[in-house]
């Protein structure tokens, strides 16, 4: 019933930045935290920055200062502004979050988008 869709993939050069933005749509009565991670070839995927509903935010110490994440409420999105790219953020970038789909739900579920492809490469 929730779809998490990320959009702003790409081919960038390092020391470059991407956008990444992911929306979700369904049927979302409130959304608590939302979050992205990554999975580069062969390993484990990773969290890479969780931002709450009050606005918090904890970064991974590998992207700290470089990368920024941010929510609109009123749009249910949630974007990682990428900067000063590295070979090593190379990786699937997938967005989760935890939807509460209906008041009566004692907790939120957790929902997973399909991924988008990050390449940092000259």
């Known amino acids: 019933q929730v779809q998490l869709v990320e959009s702003g993939g790409g081919l960038v050069q390092p020391g470059g930045s991407l956008r990444l933005s992911c929306s979700a749509s369904?049927?979302?009565?409130?959304?608590?935290?939302m979050a992205w991670y990554r999975q580069a070839p062969g390993k484990q995927r990773e969290l890479v920055a969780v931002?709450?509903?009050?606005?918090?935010?904890n970064y991974a110490d590998s992207v700290k200062g470089r990368f920024t994440i941010s929510r609109d409420n009123l749009k249910n999105t949630v974007y990682l502004q990428m900067n000063s790219l590295k070979p090593e953020d190379t990786a699937v970038y997938y967005c989760?979050?935890?939807?509460?789909?209906?008041?009566?739900?004692?907790?939120?579920?957790?929902?997973w988008g399909q991924g988008t492809q990050v390449t940092v490469s000259s």
């Open positions: 989760n979050s935890v939807v509460r789909i209906r008041p009566m739900d004692v907790s939120g579920y957790n929902y």
């Open positions: 931002i709450g509903s009050s606005g918090s935010t």
């Open positions: 369904g049927s979302i009565f409130s959304i608590y935290n």
